[in-house]
């Protein structure tokens, strides 16, 4: 494992080596919070490497599919150990890379481990069930077999969870894997496969090829060797996946996002409900499918609430990631802080009236970072295009409601449905938002944000395909039922 000394050259992972690209191109990775820093560059891959790596998976999906299940997990358990040793450095290339602050991402690549343990164990679990005949003679079951090769498509705002919870699962059950990451988190994803190789993993059994989403990411869709692809990013994206898959029979499956409503009730603990609401909006600088985005209030408690709330996002501190007392980091990159602060001024220009922040960050020491200040609006109207679109940025935006039954309107009324919550002391609020709240993961007196990773994670309407990732349910994607009849 490379220990972080100087600006490194990292190469793509294919059939077991490290490999330069075809084309002898490298991209720079850079530091959001300081944008002369360079932490290491990245390869620009062409077809040709894809190729090679969907070739080196192929040629290792024979062997693998063929070890026991407990085989495959005993490699997901060596893995989880390399991993954990590697956590700090892992943890410190994450915050360097993407901004989140080193707590987050320290606990971030724990989850990585944890997940790997989870599914190492799964490989001990029944894939079949025996199924009555109606021929006294016969034995009928079902078997899950694996697809073959996974196409694995991440994004950079969680570079080692989302990663492992895509190919740990597809490994476990007899696929293997080639793994395009975000390009802007790609020098994490090196250090992820440098714990590949450390546990010794068959070669060829996970690729990682970085590169340009417009040339890996469309051809792992597009390539006929490749029989399954899960993707997580935007919903823009992530329909142009899914119509590229189903043009040519393979499997998909897609995580594309939310705009996550919190539900504050007349009668919530409302000091609890700020806090969640700031941890499930703002937290990994609002840079979560799963952050809190709309936050729809009863009329009763709306001014003691955006009291509290103003007063708790004043007591913030933003910062480089890597420094001690950062609450909230820098966006992760340029483009994406300016599509935030795009945003802001759309909010502004919809009448939407803004009660804090709005700004970039400029304070000496965070002039070179893509810093943008936490931001609360109210005054905002469903129609409003920051009530609708998923900003993926540290903003918040109020709309106050009279009663229950308008707030699950509102909450409603988006083409989304990931995420939600609500916050109420009645058990009655509580059973009309879990039976009446469309979204595929529903959370009471907690933040939107987060899903342990033994439960089901996905959502309704526009946020996925409708499959789910992590825990057990992992298993429907990642594998195929084979029914079997046999007679003596």
């Known amino acids: 494992m ?18 330069p690209s075809a084309s002898n191109q490298v991209e720079a990775s850079i530091n959001p919070a300081n944008r002369h820093e360079v932490v290491g560059y990245v390869q620009k891959s062409s077809a040709e490497d894809l190729n090679q790596a969907v070739e080196a998976a192929r040629s290792a999906q024979t062997a693998w599919r063929k070890l026991s299940g407990p085989a495959r997990g005993e490699y997901l358990y060596r893995l989880a150990d390399v991993l954990e040793r590697h956590l700090d450095d892992i943890a410190a290339t ?14 971030e690549t724990a989850r990585g481990v944890a997940i790997l343990r989870y599914y190492a164990g ?3 679990r029944k894939i079949g069930d025996v199924i009555p005949s109606t021929d006294s003679e016969g034995l009928m079951f079902t078997s899950r077999v694996p697809l073959g090769v996974v196409g694995v498509i991440t994004p950079w705002n969680f570079p080692v969870a989302i990663p ?8 476990v059950y007899g696929n293997t894997v080639v793994f395009k990451p975000a390009q802007e988190t790609a020098v994490t994803a090196a250090k992820l496969m440098e714990c590949v190789d ?19 990411g469309q051809g792992i869709v597009d390539h006929p060797g490749i029989a399954a692809v899960t993707f997580t990013g935007s919903d823009q994206v992530g329909k142009q996946v899914g119509l590229g898959a189903l043009a040519r029979g393979a499997k998909y499956q897609l995580e594309m996002g939310g705009k996550n409503p919190v539900i504050v009730a007349a009668d919530a603990d409302l000091d609890l409900a700020v806090e969640a609401t700031v941890s499930g909006g703002l937290r990994s600088t609002g840079q979560k499918c799963t952050a ?3 936050v729809i209030v009863q009329s009763a408690v709306y001014d003691v609430f955006k009291q509290k709330l103003l007063e708790r996002v004043a007591a913030l501190k933003v910062g480089d990631g890597l420094a001690p007392d950062t609450w909230m980091g820098p966006c992760a990159s340029e483009r994406q802080m300016q599509t935030v602060l795009g945003y802001i001024q759309k909010g502004l220009e919809e009448g939407a009236v803004l009660l804090c922040g709005g700004k970039r960050v400029t304070a000496p020491g965070l002039e070179h970072g893509f810093y943008v200040e936490p931001t609360v609006f109210e005054n905002v109207t469903p129609d409003m295009t920051i009530a609708r679109e998923e900003i993926f940025g540290p903003v918040l935006a109020l709309i106050k409601v009279d009663t229950l039954q308008e707030a699950l309107q ?10 939600a919550s609500i916050f109420t002391r ?10 009446d709240m469309d979204a595929g993961m529903v959370r009471i007196n907690a933040e939107s944000a987060g899903v342990e990773l033994q439960a089901p994670f996905g959502g309704m309407k526009q946020s996925s395909s409708h499959s789910r990732e992590q825990g057990q349910a992992a298993i429907e994607f990642f594998t195929a039922i084979k029914t079997v009849f046999v007679k003596g």
Do not use: C
Request: net charge positive; no cysteine.
């Open 426 to 435: 009645d058990i009655g609020n509580m059973l009309a938002f879990i039976r």
């Open 198 to 216: 450390e546990a010794g993993l068959p070669p060829g059994v996970v690729n990682m090829v970085t590169g340009a989403g417009s040339v890996i």
């Open 164 to 171: 492992i919870w895509k190919i740990a699962p597809a490994i």
């Open 292 to 294: 809190t985005s709309r």
């Open 410 to 419: 509102v909450a409603n009324d988006s083409r989304f449905g990931l995420s």
């Open 94 to 107: 994450m915050t360097r890379e993407m901004g989140k602050t080193l707590p987050e991402a320290k606990g």
């Open 122 to 124: 799964e490989g001990m």
């Open 2 to 19: 490379s220990v972080h000394t100087q600006a490194q050259t990292y190469q793509n992972y294919i059939g077991g080596e490290w490999r």
